[in-house]
């Protein structure tokens, strides 16, 4: 199950999300339902690791069904997004379908989470840029580095907008700075003889680090630096 790659390009994973297929009983020789009980084999290349099936969607899944679910590996495997996999029934020493990964480093998914389950439809069908595009929508502000070994592309795609070494969605860019104004606008009204908000008070209720946090003040051509401190400039 070894795999050679090069230094850091590929994170072994013990969790991923992945579209799983139940064969048809004509292909397969044999008709099978898929549930979360019983005792399951993942073969991905040359490796083979016990894995624990959760189904994303309260439902068994039937020959010729289709379902998203969360993968539990035992052992860690070098899977990114794209790769198929091939699953076994390990009691009943049979075949009964596979499937493709979709993410390769998921947070732990509770099942019938609507907002989880519409990310792993989008990624199903989106190219590799678009993959990108939807993670970060999906968690708002989120490190590049993360975001791309998750969607397996190497460079961020145009169009995604940066803060230092995250990724932020528009949505989220917009709180954002509307954070910074009402928060400089309100230490104004309470302490209209201080020449500024200290910069680091500012920051620490964004709760960004510094590198993500200039690059967004950067961006605000109407808040004024003066020293350590930080004002509306009108």
């Given at each position: 199950?070894?795999?050679?790659?090069?230094?850091?390009?590929?994170?072994?994973?013990?969790?991923?999300?992945?579209?799983?297929?139940?064969?048809?009983?004509?292909?397969?020789?044999?008709?099978?339902?898929?549930?979360?009980?019983?005792?399951?084999?993942?073969?991905?290349?040359?490796?083979?690791?016990?894995?624990?099936?959760?189904?994303?969607?309260?439902?068994?899944?039937?020959?010729?069904?289709?379902?998203?679910?969360q993968?539990?590996m035992?052992?860690p495997?070098p899977?990114?997004?794209?790769?198929?996999?091939?699953?076994?029934?390990?009691?009943?020493?049979?075949?009964?379908?596979?499937?493709?990964?979709?993410?390769?480093?998921?947070?732990?998914?509770r099942r019938?989470?609507?907002?989880?389950?519409?990310?792993?439809?989008?990624?199903?069908?989106?190219?590799?840029?678009?993959?990108v595009?939807?993670?970060v929508?999906?968690?708002?502000?989120?490190?590049a580095?993360?975001?791309?070994?998750?969607?397996?592309?190497?460079?961020?795609?145009?169009?995604?907008?940066?803060?230092?070494?995250?990724?932020?969605?528009?949505?989220?860019?917009?709180?954002?700075?509307?954070?910074?104004?009402?928060?400089?606008?309100?230490?104004?009204?309470r302490r209209?003889?201080?020449?500024?908000?200290?910069?680091?008070?500012l920051r620490?209720?964004?709760?960004?680090?510094?590198?993500?946090?200039?690059?967004?003040?950067?961006?605000?051509?109407?808040?004024?630096?003066?020293?350590?401190t930080?004002r509306?400039a009108?």
């Open positions: 199950g070894d795999a050679v790659v090069r230094p850091s390009s590929i994170v072994p994973t013990p969790r991923v999300d992945a579209l799983i297929e139940v064969l048809d009983e004509r292909v397969a020789g044999h008709s099978y339902e898929l549930t979360e009980k019983g005792a399951h084999l993942l073969y991905a290349g040359s490796a083979e690791t016990p894995v624990v099936i959760k189904l994303l969607e309260s439902r068994p899944v039937g020959p010729n069904g289709r379902a998203f679910a993968l539990y035992r052992d495997l899977l990114t997004r794209g790769d198929r996999f091939v699953l076994r029934d390990a009691g009943r020493i049979l075949t009964f379908g596979g499937g493709r990964v979709l993410d390769p480093l998921p947070a732990p998914a019938g989470r609507s907002l989880h389950l519409e990310l792993l439809r989008e990624l199903q069908d989106v190219d590799d840029a678009g993959a595009s939807a993670i929508t999906a968690e708002g502000l989120i490190d580095t993360t975001a791309l070994a998750r969607a397996g592309i190497k460079d961020v795609p145009a169009g995604v907008r940066k803060l230092g070494p995250l990724l932020v969605s528009d949505d989220r860019y917009k709180e954002l700075t509307e954070q910074v104004h009402a928060t400089l606008a309100e230490f104004h009204k209209p003889l201080e020449p500024g908000m200290p910069r680091e008070q620490g209720a964004l709760d960004l680090d510094t590198s993500s946090f200039d690059p967004l003040l950067e961006d605000l051509n109407d808040v004024v630096a003066s020293g350590a930080l509306l009108s």
